[in-house]
């Protein structure tokens, strides 16, 4: 069967948001391996805050993340925050997309998250052995870059004016959410 998203196709924001909708594992039956090899860093953080989009848009924290291998350039995993969909306090973009990719040698590796990772995510990303992580909004929150650096974590910011929107469009609306997302419900007063 033909892919339906090929080398030649123009990357635009409809063609990355239907990857980023698309299930991870069904992107090798859409979408050609060398449209992959032809997207930029900006181009999978776009995908990320289409991710976070979806979170928000589903009630929850607008926070994506992508895992991209390597060599190939190919999504290996992605997710969105679920914190208020699932009722989960730690499915956030970047645990979602990890879980997403599986039990795979994260070391040959790019995770891209929307927003600077929180304590548990980053603590994941380093015990997992990512050497790489791109960050697309560090206005909204930062905090663990250099720790990730101390860690040996190679980390990129790449701020996306549209993730960042979101953000504080989302952090507007729902301050409590945003704070029991970082600190949990007890933080919440």
Not at 73 to 90: A, D, F, M, W
Not at 155 to 168: A, C, R, S
Request: overall charge negative; charged content about 25%; proline content about 4%.
């Amino acid at each position: 069967m033909p892919k339906l998203i090929v080398k030649n196709t123009e990357i635009t924001d409809s063609a990355l948001n239907a990857i980023a909708h698309l299930p991870t594992r069904s992107l090798k039956s859409v979408v050609d391996p060398d449209f992959f090899k032809k997207l930029a860093d900006k181009d999978f953080m776009r995908i990320a805050i289409f991710l976070a989009q979806k979170g928000y848009d589903e009630g929850g924290c607008p926070i994506g993340g992508v895992i991209i291998d390597n060599e190939t350039r190919q999504i290996v995993g992605k997710g969105h925050n679920t914190l208020v969909q699932e009722s989960h306090p730690y499915n956030h973009g970047e645990t979602s997309a990890i879980r997403d990719a599986g039990r795979i040698d994260f070391s040959k590796t790019t995770i891209f998250t929307s927003l600077s990772p929180c304590d548990v995510c980053a603590t994941l990303i380093y015990m997992r052995g990512f050497p790489r992580v791109v960050i697309g909004d560090i206005t909204s929150a930062s905090g663990n870059e250099d720790m990730l650096r101390a860690k040996n974590i190679h980390v990129d910011i790449l701020e996306d004016q549209l993730g960042i929107d979101i953000y504080q469009e989302y952090r507007s609306e729902n301050p409590d959410l945003d704070i029991e997302d970082w600190k949990g419900l007890a933080a919440v007063k």
